[in-house]
Every structure is written in C-alpha cells, then in structure tokens.
C-alpha cells in the first residue's frame, strides 16, 4: 500500500505520488542475492562463526530445498550465549525463529521498510515460489544513500 492511498491529496500531489511509484526500487533490485544460510539441523557454533567472520547479523535457517523454515540473528546468539548452560553444539532449530516474515522480489521497498518497522527486524528473506532469492537488510537500504 502506498501512501498516496492512506490519505485523500489534490491532484498535483496524486500526480507527485504517481510519478514516485513509476520510480519505486523493489525488494529484487536491492536485495543482497548472496545470502549466507543453514539448515535446522547445524550447531549453533556455525552461525556463530558466520557471524564473526562474515560480519552477518541475520541468517536465514532453510531446508534442503531452499524453502525458509526460521532466521537467526544476531541477538538470538546472544540471548543463547547469556544463559550459562548454552552450548555451542544446540542444533540451530531451537534457537531459531519461526515467525519469518517475507516479502516477495517485487515488493516495493517503501513497503518492505514498513514491514521492518512495524516488526522491529533488521531484515526480511525475499521469498519466489517458496524459495529464498535474496534478503534485504538495513545494510541495502543504506546502500541507497
């Protein structure tokens, strides 16, 4: 949804609003199409060097066909880490977080945006056909600018 279409404008403004959408990125024009995953199954010790090394902060927990089943960030590791009984060899599902939320590569990113703000996550996988294409994370918005 637009923003043209939450509130009523003259139409010089519509016209403005029109010409904003014909220049609208989507989601698979800025999403990062290299994206760093693990399945279910992986010790937590792989993300956590993935982490550290790759500097990532969100990886998304797929299955062995491409479909997304959970994303770990990096505060899931350390809400882990903080509990004294962790273990580095916890298999990721359960840590991981189900609740994904998605979007398509041909969302618009105005839309995109407001998903992460109103779900306060730093990232969202980029899903076609039940498989994962890409992720757009902070990092890509900034890439704009």
């Not at 609003?17 to 290299?34: G, H, R």
């Not at 060097?49 to 998304?60: G, Q, S, Y």
């Not at 903080?82 to 398509?104: G, L, Q, R, W, Y």
Request: charged share 25%.
């Amino acid at each position: 949804m637009f923003l043209k279409d939450k509130l009523s404008y003259n139409t010089g403004t519509q016209r403005f609003f029109t010409e904003m959408e014909a220049n609208m990125k989507l989601a698979k024009e800025i999403m990062t199409e290299d994206v760093y995953t693990v399945e279910p199954d992986k010790g937590f010790n792989q993300v956590e060097l993935a982490t550290e090394f790759k500097h990532i902060r969100h990886i998304p927990v797929v299955s062995e066909e491409g479909n997304v089943l959970g994303i770990v960030s990096l505060r899931d590791l350390l809400l882990h880490l903080s509990d004294a009984a962790a273990s580095h060899f916890t298999p990721i599902k359960e840590i991981m977080n189900t609740d994904v939320i998605t979007c398509s590569p041909d969302t618009p990113i105005e839309e995109v945006a407001m998903l992460m703000k109103k779900h306060t996550i730093g990232c969202v996988p980029v899903v076609e056909n039940k498989k994962l294409v890409g992720i757009v994370s902070e990092a890509d918005f900034l890439k704009l600018y």
